[in-house]
């Protein structure tokens, strides 16, 4: 019951956030991928099971707020999450280098996966928003490896 | 549980979420843009949460421009009475020149008529995937919002129309510049008409003029001509910005839409075709 809080409050903080920098500009959701973070972080935690349920769940709630095929988000983000558990499992991703190279790489690989996904469907390109996303993967890598260090900071303080 | 079984659970899970993603996309992809009901459960679960993100935050400014921000009010009160000032003059140009066409109490029903048959909405959402798309508005069918329904910017220019899906207080709008959307449109000068799509990356194209056209010049203004059936005719839709004639039988006419998604905030639902209102 405490995770399942956890990750609901998880999932409201990235909405909320996600919410805000779509207001002040559009082009900043293409700069910080947001729900991303909270799936990574959650499969950190947990495991690839929980991470990708999560990714699959998420990515369906960005998919539904876009006027497209529902699922390409889904998808993408359902591997991510899965992947971020794996790795986790296998690599000590806990130090701050470490923890910005995982987001960094995960980042890249989801955004690789939609694209190709949204190319072939909509046999178009991709609105790069002049180039601006292809900077998610660092901007939000570079953010997320300081939040994600601020929260075990916390939680060890706390115990 | 054994490594090897441990790894295998999790493949498992991972091949039939995999799975489960590519059963919705491949539902989705033959309807288009008309979305599935599992796509509008998931956007009306959504959406008012990111409406009510959004009024709270309205709400805090308002209460701030209430209380701390009165130095300005002044000032401001001048500028918006000069402002009215002209709104007045050009109100009576127009209803003068008007005078011509109608009777006084026909155009006294009509003004009234346009006023009732417009609709502000707020912007609260651009879409996830590319904001050149779509947005969300804090309006739904509880207001009145219907499909098809045109939308325009603050000085009146077209932005989209009403797509689904239309929820109690929240709706999605299509914008001029998705690369599935068409415009029936015209140019100013020598009335060369064309349909308008979006490139999906803020511009529209004008398709089929044919490359012996040489009616029309870059600059030119091009407004909606209502053959479509969707959007009524004159409204003001952009500026051509480059024409390029290629080896196909239609010349590249790029266009600049009036519109700018970084402004816009407020939005005009226009609820009738203004041909049925005058």
């Known amino acids: 019951m405490k995770d399942f809080i956890k990750v609901a409050l998880g999932i409201i903080i990235a909405f909320f956030l996600y919410t805000i920098l779509n207001k002040i500009s559009p082009s900043l959701i293409q700069l910080f991928n947001v729900l991303s973070l909270v799936v990574i972080y959650f499969a950190i935690e947990k495991n690839e099971i929980f991470g990708a349920c999560l990714g699959g769940f998420c990515g369906l709630i960005q998919d539904s707020l876009s006027l497209g095929v529902f699922g390409v988000a889904g998808l993408a983000k359902t591997v991510t999450g899965f992947t971020a558990g794996y790795i986790s499992k296998k690599v000590d991703v806990l130090p701050l280098l470490r923890s910005f190279i995982l987001i960094f790489m995960l980042i890249g690989l989801e955004f690789i996966l939609w694209a190709i996904l949204y190319s072939f469907i909509f046999s178009g390109t991709i609105n790069t928003g002049r180039g601006l996303i292809f900077f998610q993967p660092l901007s939000t890598a570079f953010v997320g490896s300081f939040i994600f260090f601020l929260l075990r900071k916390i939680k060890r303080n706390k115990s | ?278």
């Not at chain 2, 209803?95 to 609709?119: C, D, M, Q, T, V």
């Not at chain 2, 001509?225 to 839709?237: A, M, R, T, W, Y």
């Not at chain 2, 266009?255 to 041909?275: G, M, N, S, W």
Request: aromatic share 10%; net charge positive.
């Open chain 2, 1 to 278: 549980m054994p490594f090897f079984l441990k790894e295998k659970k999790s493949l498992s899970v991972l091949t039939a979420l995999i799975f489960f993603q590519l059963i919705l996309i491949s539902i989705q992809v033959p309807l288009g843009y008309e979305e599935s009901y599992f796509k509008k459960t998931v956007f009306s679960i959504f959406s008012p949460v990111q409406h009510g993100i959004l009024s709270f935050f309205r709400s805090i400014g308002i209460i701030w421009k209430n209380y701390f921000y009165l130095q300005n009010v002044q000032s401001q009160n001048q500028k918006m009475k000069e402002e009215i000032f002209f709104l007045r003059q050009e109100n009576n140009l127009i209803r003068n020149a008007l005078k011509n066409l109608k009777g006084e109490k026909e155009i006294e029903e009509s003004l009234l008529k346009i006023h009732k048959n417009i609709l502000a909405a707020q912007v609260i959402g651009f879409d996830a995937s590319n904001f050149y798309k779509s947005v969300i508005i804090n309006k739904g069918s509880l207001d009145g919002i219907k499909k098809n329904m045109v939308v325009l910017d603050k000085n009146a220019n077209l932005v989209g129309r009403i797509i689904d899906p239309v929820t109690l207080k929240e709706s999605r709008v299509q914008l001029i510049t998705d690369n599935e959307s068409g415009v029936g449109v015209f140019s100013v000068k020598k009335k060369v008409m064309g349909i308008l799509s979006g490139d999906g990356k803020g511009y529209c194209f004008l398709k089929y003029i044919h490359v012996t056209t040489d009616d029309i010049s870059e600059g030119e203004e091009v407004i909606s001509s209502g053959k479509d059936g969707l959007f009524p005719s004159g409204i003001k839709v952009g500026k051509i910005v480059t024409i390029t004639n290629s080896t196909s039988l239609f010349k590249q006419v790029k266009v600049e839409p009036y519109f700018d998604i970084r402004h816009l905030d407020q939005v005009a639902v226009i609820r009738r075709d203004p041909k049925e209102i005058f």
